[in-house]
């Protein structure tokens, strides 16, 4: 079956810093990979996707190279904002049935 | 654009009482999800709707949840009766149709059984 893992969290950083956060997925045919945020009391927003190997997606300076042979589709920002401070999910979806499989989501906080 | 509007964003109940949750998708979306997220976790999909058609509705606990979506447009998610594992944010999300890949959320009912 699909499935999708992030690296845990929670992540705290200061303002400007770089920010990783690793994403490997498991999935039967060719995902289409996504990251969504989720700011509080909000719900899930796309940030950015990639439908196939080599793809980059890119939205609000950050990014995320869809990685076919080591399975990884990573989000990076080369400098964070305290805005940027909320909860990050991986997910993938494959097929006609187009369901959503999310990972368990990583707490971003950034201090000022 | 309005986007997904879901209702209540909160609601409290004790168990065994029954809950509501109604989804609005966005205009002209043939395709609508519920996913269920548990604290700490990622949304899981309960059921998928093509227009009014349930297409997809494996992983909806069937003794105690049903949907329905009259019409093809707006969606409720009935818990019946509740229980306490039911604390949960439900989302509804919608999509163009079921060939379109990015799906739009709601920002979710919070539920708490008590």
């Known amino acids: 079956g699909n499935s999708v893992t992030q690296m845990e969290g929670p992540v705290t950083l200061s303002e400007e810093a770089f920010l990783t956060i690793n994403c490997t997925y498991t999935?039967?045919?060719?995902?289409?990979l996504f990251w969504y945020v989720q700011y509080p009391g909000e719900g899930l927003q796309l940030l950015l996707k990639?439908?196939?190997?080599?793809d980059k997606g890119s939205n609000k300076g950050f990014e995320a190279t869809y990685r076919k042979e080591t399975t990884s589709f990573h989000l990076e920002k080369g400098s964070v904002q305290v805005s940027d401070s909320a909860v990050y999910f991986c997910?993938?979806?494959?097929?006609?049935?187009?369901?959503?499989?999310f990972g368990s989501g990583t707490q971003l906080t950034v201090l000022p | 654009e309005a986007g997904v509007v879901q209702s209540p964003r909160y609601k409290i109940i004790e168990k065994k009482q029954p809950v509501a949750f109604w989804c609005n998708p966005i205009?002209?979306?043939?395709?609508l999800y519920w996913y269920r997220q548990n604290l700490g976790q990622g949304p899981e999909l309960l059921i998928r709707?093509?227009?009014?058609?349930?297409?997809?509705d494996s992983q909806l606990p069937k003794d105690r949840f049903s949907a329905e979506r009259l019409k093809g447009v707006d969606s409720t998610l009935k818990i019946q009766p509740a229980e306490l594992g039911d604390s949960a944010v439900y989302l509804c999300?919608?999509?163009?149709?079921?060939?379109?890949?990015?799906?739009?959320f709601g920002p979710g009912t919070r539920l708490l059984v008590l």
């Open positions: 709707y093509e227009n009014e058609e349930a297409v997809d």
């Open positions: 999935a039967t045919g060719y995902p289409s």
């Open positions: 999300a919608s999509s163009l149709d079921h060939t379109t890949e990015t799906q739009y």
């Open positions: 997910a993938l979806n494959t097929g006609s049935a187009r369901q959503l499989t």
């Open positions: 205009s002209g979306h043939n395709t």
């Open positions: 990639a439908t196939k190997a080599d």
